[in-house]
């Protein structure tokens, strides 16, 4: 499979694109968690997302300091970036992170109705990894 991984640049710029990522965090009880998240990327920089600490999601990914996290486009041709990495938890803030987030995936209107009137938690975090493995298929590249 590999004529189908894409490049260093190829697989970035699919990250940076607006997909709803589904990541999975693991945990010692049973199965990992997987979840659809909102999250941001710039290419060269780290990927990042934002929960509650408070929630399962939150609790688990402060014991387990690392998650994968996979995009997909489901349309023809199918392509998808998976990362995985070790993670860092930081305080989140509204007007420098969930703004512009909600922004990202609702659009300017959308993005700043849900940032006002949306209970987003009680223990805001920001969650920070930098990709460190790195899986990719483009099936655009069959020819």
């Not at 920089?45 to 998650?67: C, H, I, P, Q, Y």
């Not at 970036?81 to 703004?99: A, H, K, Q, W």
Request: aromatic letters at 10%.
């Amino acid at each position: 499979m590999g004529e189908l991984q894409m490049s260093s640049v190829e697989r970035e710029a699919f990250l940076a694109d607006v997909h709803v990522g589904v990541m999975s965090i693991e945990r010692n009880d049973g199965p990992p968690l997987t979840v659809p998240v909102w999250y941001d990327y710039q290419p060269g920089g780290d990927l990042w997302l934002l929960t509650d600490g408070r929630s399962l999601k939150g609790r688990l990914l402060a014991a387990a300091g690392r998650f994968s996290l996979c995009a997909q486009e489901e349309g023809q041709p199918y392509r998808y970036v998976s990362v995985e990495g070790s993670s860092e938890i930081t305080t989140s803030d509204v007007e420098s992170d969930l703004r512009p987030m909600a922004r990202r995936y609702l659009g300017d209107e959308f993005g700043d109705l849900y940032t006002d009137n949306v209970d987003h938690g009680n223990e805001p975090i920001k969650v920070t990894m930098s990709p460190q493995r790195w899986f990719t298929v483009d099936y655009g590249k069959m020819g």
